[in-house]
């Protein structure tokens, strides 16, 4: 069963634009990592925020996280084309379990 | 570095024929995963391997499905017979720890059409 669920499942900006997709989870959680994958490609690891963490910032992106809320939130600043991908969200649902991915949200970047 | 490989990269195959997809991983990683995506069910853990040893198969979805990992650097997944449902992208991919404070790896996957 799926641990995350992302949200929107696509979106299309333009270049230059914000992007923001969200992530919902169903357990408590020790950390939360998003993941990029390119058409046809495999996925990329992004960042990982742990749970004491409710902000963290990596180049153009911003993750959030609120554990009362279950909920996870990725921004891309200043989109590029480049940025066109599917972006997940990944979490342990317990113990040491692997990564569980939701389904990601699929982001068309226009120039 | 090489990432994780993965062959073959792109199979067509027909009904009832035996498939098998392989897999190195980077070097000194211990753990070794099993995904299959599909536009339906998404990214589906099917099965990983800790120091080349099975921990969890509760993912393959039937018999057809077996996965082996000989040594440290290769691993199969096998499909015998494959169906048309089993059409999808799997993909392999190895971290160096467990737990959800490990970036896992991902090969480019092998596509698989079962016509």
């Known amino acids: 069963s799926q641990q995350g669920e992302e949200d929107p499942q696509a979106l299309s900006i333009q270049e230059g634009e914000n992007a923001t997709m969200n992530c919902s989870y169903k357990?408590?959680?020790?950390?939360l990592q998003w993941y990029r994958q390119n058409s046809g490609r495999g996925l990329v690891h992004l960042i990982l925020?742990?749970?004491?963490?409710r902000e963290k910032h990596s180049g153009r992106l911003r993750v959030t996280l609120d554990t009362s809320k279950k909920s996870s939130s990725l921004l891309i600043t200043a989109s590029r084309a480049a940025d066109t991908a599917s972006y997940f969200c990944?979490?342990?649902?317990?113990?040491?379990?692997?990564?569980?991915f939701g389904k990601g949200t699929r982001l068309s970047v226009i120039a | 570095d090489a990432g994780v490989i993965q062959s073959p990269r792109h199979e067509v195959t027909e009904m009832g024929q035996e498939v098998t997809l392989r897999c190195k991983p980077i070097?000194?990683?211990?753990?070794l995963f099993w995904y299959r995506q599909t536009m339906m069910r998404g990214l589906e853990l099917l099965i990983y391997?800790?120091?080349?040893?099975?921990?969890?198969d509760s993912g393959m979805p039937e018999d057809r499905f077996s996965a082996k990992m000989p040594n440290a650097s290769f691993s199969t997944l096998k499909i015998q017979p494959s169906e048309p449902r089993d059409s999808a992208v799997y993909f392999c991919?190895?971290?160096?720890?467990?737990?959800?404070?490990?970036?896992?790896?991902f090969g480019e996957g092998s596509w698989l059409t079962v016509v």
């Open positions: 990944a979490t342990v649902p317990s113990g040491n379990t692997p990564l569980v």
């Open positions: 391997f800790n120091n080349n040893v099975p921990i969890d």
């Open positions: 991919a190895s971290s160096l720890y467990g737990g959800s404070g490990n970036t896992i790896y």
């Open positions: 925020i742990r749970s004491n963490e």
């Open positions: 070097s000194g990683h211990d753990y």
């Open positions: 357990t408590s959680i020790n950390n």
